[in-house]
């Protein structure tokens, strides 16, 4: 007779939030999907009414509840030094672009197991500093390239590693950003001037140049080159029957105008809208009298072409692998659709056509046409949200990194293809990838 062994279901994970707005919302959801895969023991967040509802969420102990990362940061070190442990497992950095290294930097050198949101950070200089201090920390590292882990993408993913249409030569990838969108997000919104985040290649399509290094791997990216510009949202592209007028309540063209931010929240709003992208203008929750407020008075009630923003509406990317495949990747504001990507992957012997809910593979061979329809799973980009912050945990859970498909070094040379593509812009020149990456790190690493 065997002797009968009791097993034990693994503690949750621990998880302390680092900013929780739209993008760390989207990752904490899981924790209240599967509350015994991980729980949000700790956040921290400047804003009182934001920070209430992530704490009311989760239940946040209130002592475990902070104005800012610094004092989340001090509270972790006192508790290492009396407790000899740290608040959580892991955190999840969800803080604006542009501060991404020094909460990074901090937490990984407490020994924290870090999920970080695209981009990496907004400079070649922070995402080497990243790297090198990820690999000296030991952490699991996790980065906000969401696309990779879509039920779409990961069964496209899987029809390309099976080898069964022969080798990808070409892929064709649209990232159709959305009209209202990117005035939303790159006009009127957090990431619409470079000086204050970054360049829009970077901040909206980090991910896409990410998953289409991911397709064509092992294969690397040599040369790439672009083209691009702030097309339309400029001033002399305002309607003259706008007048003088530089904010959509105050315009006698709002109602013909699809950029009209009245259309966008006001109206949104008075019909029970609470989520992205209203929730985005105020602490909170939304209201007619709070986003009447945010248009009279804050930058989402500006004339898109009265704005201070000076990133690319529209931009192409083509890069050569040393396989010899080619990629051309289009990021456009002016679309209908949002951020409902379109991808042609043309193969030696057949070929992938999908637009992020369905694709066909087609096999030359047999001449057979096969749709796929990937199950998607809800929340933001096809379900990658929830594939990246749920691989994210089970890589934290068994301490085995190459669960996330990827390490910081890979995330970091997908990030310098990124930076090597604007230069290309700015430059009119074809950059050699390798020759870009070496001389990047002879200037920050020396």
Not at 169 to 194: L, Q
Not at 266 to 274: E, I, M, P, R, W
Request: include cysteine.
């Amino acid at each position: 007779m065997g002797i009968e062994i009791e097993s034990y279901a693994p503690e949750p994970i621990t998880l302390a939030v680092i900013g929780c707005g739209n993008r760390g919302r989207a990752y904490t959801n899981y924790a209240l999907q599967e509350p015994a895969r991980c729980k949000i023991v700790a956040i921290a967040e400047p804003r009182p009414k934001t920070r209430k509802l992530m704490t009311d969420a989760h239940l946040v102990d209130q002592t475990l509840v902070f104005h800012s990362y610094q004092d989340l940061l001090q509270a972790s070190a006192e508790t290492i030094k009396t407790v000899g442990k740290r608040l959580a497992d892991a955190v999840i950095v969800a803080v604006q672009d542009q501060m991404h290294l020094e909460v990074v930097l901090a937490f990984a050198e407490q020994g924290y197991h870090v999920l970080c949101e695209k981009p990496m950070a907004t400079s070649i200089e922070h995402c080497i500093k990243i790297e090198e201090a990820v690999k000296k920390a030991g952490i699991i590292f996790g980065m906000g390239h969401v696309l990779r882990y879509s039920p779409y993408n990961k069964a496209v993913t899987d029809v390309i590693r099976s080898g069964t249409l022969g080798e990808l030569i070409n892929v064709v990838h649209v990232e159709p950003i959305g009209y209202f969108h990117f005035a939303h997000s790159y006009v009127r919104g957090n990431w619409a001037r470079e000086e204050e985040s970054c360049f829009a290649l970077m901040t909206k399509s980090c991910h896409d140049i990410d998953i289409l290094c991911h397709w064509l791997s092992p294969g690397t990216p040599t040369r790439v080159s672009s083209f691009g510009s702030l097309q339309h949202f400029r001033k002399e592209r305002k309607p003259k029957e706008a007048g003088d007028a530089t904010r959509c309540l105050d315009c006698t063209n709002e109602s013909d105008c699809p950029y009209s931010a009245k259309k966008i929240y006001l109206d949104a709003v008075s019909k029970g809208k609470t989520t992205w992208p209203v929730n985005v203008l105020v602490d909170g929750i939304p209201d007619i009298e709070n986003i009447t407020d945010a248009l009279r008075h804050g930058p989402y009630g500006q004339c898109v072409y009265e704005s201070d923003n000076n990133v690319c509406d529209n931009q192409v990317v083509n890069m050569e692998f040393s396989t010899g495949a080619t990629v051309s990747f289009t990021m456009i504001a002016q679309t209908e659709k949002i951020c409902e990507r379109q991808s042609r992957l043309a193969f030696s012997h057949g070929e992938i056509v999908g637009d992020m809910n369905t694709f066909t593979v087609c096999d030359f061979r047999t001449g057979k046409t096969t749709l796929h329809t990937p199950k998607n799973e809800g929340g933001g980009h096809g379900g990658g949200d929830l594939g990246l912050i749920r691989t994210f945990i089970e890589a934290v859970l068994t301490g085995r990194q190459e669960l996330l498909g990827t390490d910081v070094s890979d995330v970091l040379k997908s990030h310098l293809t990124v930076f090597a593509a604007e230069q290309s812009r700015r430059d009119s020149a074809v950059v050699d990838c390798a020759q870009f990456e070496r001389e990047a790190k002879a200037r920050v690493l020396g």
